[in-house]
């Protein structure tokens, strides 16, 4: 089989189960994280370091396990965060402490204070320039004095005069590298995702996006003071959502109109049952991500939504989408149930424990497998996943995971 007859029968098979049909037999799509790397002896420094050296780890798990989606390589570029002085993210190297084959690591900081709702939603472009960026990058400091608020042209060259002082143009200067650091990672990455696409491979996580509600605090005002939010300030909150919810969709269509996108990710962070009331979620979260959902449905693109942490309270919230054109893949959920409730809405995502995978026998992995597979893949809409984003696995496990899906999963 060439690679244009793989991805077009590959292509097909997911259609399929998107559509809540029986393909020939469950596609196998593992949501790969780190283990491009861990898995093929890269270290996570020199992958960060330049993406370009995880590429081996990349194609030879494509030859290996012949996913059925394939996830271009999620990681954090090393040099733009250390050439702006992160404050919020670490990645692994000399500069921060961790080892070489440990992952990147990003804190809950927040960088909007209780008593700058207001100031944020008055002008949110200047406040992420002067507020939000100086306070992620001590090297962007000095870019809280910069000023684009004052429309008359006489007061233009008052305020400009900023950028003759040295820490602003040091600031400058940081801001470039950083941004030729990212340049070169980028290309990096679209190098490795073309020539994912050039080996037969459907790409299910080329792009990705995250609801208003989790970019707001994963981003600004942290995940801890946006969950307290919800209580202390519920209308200023609502405010940056309905803000947010118009950045975020023009955003998501945008890239995926640009990269000819055929899903798009969707990490959903603090919609879990632990954080929000069943009340809480309704109000607060699915309102942004459905109009999210929607939209992306309304060009063709089918939302990859991946319900983090237990979401056993939220499944019959998340069916009102429209039939056949969203893919769930879940953590910790009572698959079963979940089947019961989405299965004539949304394909799901099975969720095999990565921990067994890391750290359990084959012989289990076998049978969670098998599981799976008995109470899922009935009527179709079942795609074979793991639990959380792939970093470690057992080799064996991983063998014994997919040899299982392929014999036992045929229709």
């Known amino acids: 089989m060439n690679a244009e007859q793989r991805l077009a029968e590959k292509s097909q098979r997911i259609k399929d189960v998107v559509a809540l049909k029986e ?44 996913p059925d989606l394939a ?6 570029p090393a040099d733009p965060p250390e050439a702006m002085g992160s404050t919020y993210l670490k990645v692994p190297g000399p500069n921060s402490g961790l ?38 990058f001590k090297e962007l400091e000095p870019l ?20 003759a002082q040295p820490d602003v143009q040091q600031a400058l200067e940081a801001l470039k590298r950083g941004g030729e650091a990212s340049a070169k990672w980028l290309n990096g990455l ?50 940056v959502i309905d803000y947010m919810t118009e950045v975020c969709i023009a955003k998501a269509v945008g890239t995926c109109k640009g990269l000819n996108l055929d899903y798009l990710f969707i990490p959903l962070h603090a919609g879990v049952d632990e954080f929000m009331s069943r009340e809480n979620y309704r109000k607060f979260y ?29 499944l019959d919230i998340i069916k009102e989408v429209p039939k056949g054109k969203v893919i769930y893949m879940f953590e910790e959920v009572d698959i079963a149930n979940a089947k019961k409730v989405l299965g004539d809405t949304a ?12 750290y359990g026998k084959k012989e289990r992995v076998v ?3 098998k599981r799976l597979l008995d109470t899922c893949a009935p009527g179709g809409g079942f795609i074979m996943d793991c639990s959380i984003v792939l970093d470690n696995a057992k080799r064996e496990n991983m063998e014994a995971w997919y040899e299982t899906t392929m014999e036992y999963g045929k229709y």
């Open 190 to 239: 679209m190098e490795i995702v073309g020539n994912i696409a050039q080996r037969g491979f459907p790409l299910g996580a080329a792009g990705a996006t995250t609801c208003a509600f989790d970019m707001f605090s994963d981003n600004i005002r942290g995940l801890i003071n946006s969950i307290s939010d919800i209580y202390a300030r519920p209308d200023q909150l609502l405010a």
């Open 99 to 136: 080892g070489l084959d440990e992952s990147f690591q990003i804190g809950d900081k927040f960088f909007l204070m209780d008593d700058e709702y207001d100031e944020f939603l008055h002008d949110p472009s200047h406040f992420m320039l002067t507020k939000v960026y100086p306070r992620k």
């Open 23 to 66: 393909p020939d037999r469950v596609p196998f799509a593992p949501k790969v994280g780190n283990y491009y790397a861990r898995g093929y002896d890269i270290s996570m420094y020199d992958a960060m370091k330049d993406i370009r050296n995880i590429g081996p780890g990349v194609y030879q798990f494509l030859e290996d396990f012949d």
């Open 144 to 163: 809280s004095k910069v000023c684009f608020q004052t429309p008359v042209e006489y007061a233009l060259y008052i305020e400009n005069s900023v950028f």
């Open 71 to 76: 996830w271009a390589p999620v990681l954090y």
């Open 347 to 358: 394909c799901i995502c099975g969720n095999l424990s990565t921990a067994l995978l890391a």
């Open 286 to 314: 699915w309102p942004c991500l459905q109009k999210l959902m929607l939209a992306l449905i309304d060009i063709g693109v089918t939302p990859y939504a991946f319900c983090e942490g237990k979401y056993n309270t939220r």
């Open 367 to 369: 049978e969670e497998t």
